[in-house]
Nanobody
Framework: QVQLVESGGGLVQAGGSLRLSCAAS????????MGWFRQAPGKERELVAA????????FYADSVKGRFTISRDNAKNTLYLQMNSLQPEDTAVYYC???????????????WGQGTQVTVSS
């Protein structure tokens, strides 16, 4: 298993930017497919972005394409989510996740971070 700790959440005005970080420990970070999920009140947890352990291919939900960028620094065992042009609809708790396989889905998550709140005001 891997332990994940998120940071970087906060309050930002619409149009602003935030960068979330996820520090990993407990196993080889570079061997993991990683991702970010988010969950707003009353809504299901949804996959925002993912980056594969092999090749670094990325996936983005349609709602964040062109605005969010997922990246990883294997030397620092850290996952990032750069969020630009934030909108109120992006308000949610954001969770870092390590997948147990290369199938990037909610059921494939092996480890979760504690979550970090992102609030975007109008």
């Amino acid at each position: 298993q891997v332990q994940l700790v998120e940071s970087g959440g906060g309050l930002v005005q619409a149009g602003g930017s935030l960068r979330l970080s996820c520090a990993a420990s407990g196993r080889t970070f570079s061997s993991l497919t990683m991702g970010w999920f988010r969950q707003a009140p009353g809504k299901e947890r949804e996959l925002v972005a993912a980056i594969l352990r092999i090749g670094g291919s990325t996936f983005y939900a349609d709602s964040v394409k062109g605005r969010f960028t997922i990246s990883r620094d294997n030397a620092k065992n850290t996952l990032y989510l750069q969020m630009n042009s934030l909108q109120p609809e992006d308000t949610a708790v954001y969770y870092c996740a390590a997948f147990a396989s290369d199938y990037v889905s909610l059921r494939a998550v092996g480890s979760w971070g504690q979550g970090t709140q992102v609030t975007v005001s109008s």
